[in-house]
């Protein structure tokens, strides 16, 4: 019993110090990165091309949804009070400083999470990370900051692309249960928004974007030499990113108040 | 001429399993060194570990002395670009084309080079084994065969002097067989530093200067070609019938197998 507590102890202290390790390496890396001369820039745009510009599809439908459910809720239930002016500051809060953010990172960590785990599970697997190094290239500086910067900068932005359309979603359903001109229902939004509202929405993408990135690449690296631990690899960079995103998020809401 | 790279008391554990028992070997400068062995004995990992890709639990490996593992990055770079590996599955990036494969190791080690000089130095070495016209494609649209020959070339696009081979011939045909055979006497000939684990007794005759046999993780015997192949050690003697494993099939002796003239080796 104490023999099994003491490896599951050292195992345990094993991971923690190589995970600590590897973001360390990590943070290295990516300060390096703006002063080399990097042939991973290639990497770093392809990156962003497959998180940020080929989600935008899925983002956008999915912030018009949020943004018309709110309006329509918002639009129903807030006259009986008469609280209808509340409706600006539920939008804000809803959409630019937790839905926007953290939807985001859902949609992110789904797809750019999991493709990355396993591209990179595989890439151990099939000896091309040695291949790497056996030709000089440092994997963590020409495969992971790559992607770790490519899926910060595409979380922020389509965070903010998020933003827009949710809000811009809720004036279009708007115009179906009680039209408002265009220029009052913005101005009033600008009335409500503070500055605080989107410095909390940037630091949040760009936490989630660290977290989902990060988590995704040590999960892919941690695969040893079989294909089956391949999915499992995956399965953890969703999971362990959505929960750490969850806390994150807890987390910057509270100083948010404080 | 001293060692290329020694190894001293390499011990290497992955996960439950011990792969490396207090390797203890030295590979000489401008010389051909095969590794031989049975299957699963941790060959390919003594050739990973000798070339620096994967770390030892303990002991050290020495590149003209000095420490690998303790380099600087500058140390690094020089090492990777004079070093050459290949993989015994080729190992090629599958999201990277051919020639992209072969570019990004000029790329990285000499960044001076213009784009048209990369593209020219790649289009030779494919034109070199006719694997020009797949240029263009992913590996996974190239037979076993072409992987190996790709990975060959990419390990040598750099031009290293200290050539790794984990088995160069394995699962390939004649044709590609006799073409990678061809390239490693032409890195012999230019005065390489070959180290290679191999079961191909076509080619341990040919390329050998130096022999090594390894048993579970450990060195059993280590010399000259000739010294090692006489060898009085039971045990020794034994793996490299049982991996030459031509012995009944030919109906011969060790030597002789092993004695084959090299130019035979070829036809």
Not at chain 2, 149 to 165: G, H
Not at chain 2, 182 to 205: N, W, Y
Not at chain 2, 254 to 265: A, H, K, T, V
Request: charged share 20%; aromatic share 8%.
């Amino acid at each position: 019993m104490v023999a099994t507590l003491g490896r599951w102890a050292n195992r345990k202290t094993r991971d923690y110090a190589y995970a600590l390790g590897f973001m360390f390496q990590v943070l290295k890396e990516t300060v390096l990165f703006v002063r080399r001369r990097q042939v991973a820039f290639k990497v770093l745009v392809l990156q962003i091309l497959f998180t940020g510009v080929e989600a935008l599809n899925i983002v956008s439908l999915i912030a018009l949804s949020i943004g018309a459910v709110i309006i329509v809720e918002g639009g129903t239930i807030l006259p009986r009070f008469g609280q209808t002016s509340l409706l600006y500051s539920i939008l804000i809060v809803v959409i630019t400083r937790e839905l926007g953010p953290i939807l985001t990172a859902f949609i992110i960590t789904a797809r750019s999470g999991t493709a990355i785990a396993t591209e990179l599970g595989n890439m151990v697997v099939s000896h091309e990370i040695e291949a790497y190094i056996s030709v000089g290239i440092d994997p963590v500086s020409y495969l992971v900051v790559p992607r770790v910067l490519g899926v910060t900068i595409s979380v922020m932005a389509l965070t903010i692309y998020f933003n827009f359309f949710g809000l811009f979603g809720s004036f279009l359903v708007s115009q179906l249960i009680k039209p408002v001109p265009f220029v009052e229902y913005f101005r009033a939004l600008l009335a409500t928004i503070q500055l605080r509202d989107i410095v909390s929405t940037v630091v949040k993408s760009f936490v989630f974007g660290v977290i989902i990135s990060v988590v995704a690449t040590f999960q892919g690296f941690k695969v040893s030499s079989s294909v089956t631990e391949i999915p499992r690899a995956a399965i953890k960079a969703v999971g362990q990113g959505f929960v750490l995103c969850f806390l994150a998020n807890a987390l910057i809401t509270l100083i948010y108040y404080l | 001429m001293g060692d290329a790279i020694s190894l001293v008391d390499v011990r290497l554990t992955l996960g439950d399993y011990e792969a490396l028992r207090g390797i203890n070997v030295a590979f000489a400068e401008g010389r051909s060194t095969v590794i031989m062995g049975p299957s699963g004995c941790g060959k390919s990992t003594l050739l990973k570990v000798a070339a620096g890709l994967i770390p030892p639990d303990s002991g050290k490996v020495l590149l003209r002395g000095q420490d690998i593992f303790l380099l600087s990055e500058r140390g690094i770079r020089e090492l990777r670009k004079s070093n050459g590996f290949v993989f015994q599955d080729g190992a090629l990036w599958e999201n990277k084309t051919l020639f992209e494969n072969l570019a990004l190791p000029l790329e990285v080690h000499f960044p001076g080079l213009s784009r048209s000089d990369v593209t020219k130095r790649v289009a030779r070495a494919l034109e070199r084994v006719g694997l020009e016209e797949s240029a263009g494609q992913r590996p996974a649209a190239l037979s076993g065969g072409e992987r190996k020959i790709a990975s060959f070339l990419r390990a040598l696009v750099a031009e290293p002097t200290l050539v790794f081979l984990d088995e160069p011939t394995l699962s390939i045909d004649f044709g590609m067989t006799e073409k990678i055979t061809r390239m490693i006497h032409e890195l012999k000939a230019r005065g390489s530093t070959i180290i290679a684990v191999t079961h191909d007794p076509q080619l341990t005759a040919t390329l050998a200067d130096r022999l090594v046999v390894v048993d579970a993780g450990k060195v059993l015997v280590t010399g000259e070609f000739d010294e090692v192949k006489r060898t009085k050690d039971l045990r020794a003697r034994a793996i490299l019938s049982q991996v030459l494993g031509e012995i009944a099939s030919y109906d011969t002796d060790l030597l002789e197998l092993l004695d084959r003239d090299p130019q035979d080796g070829q036809n």
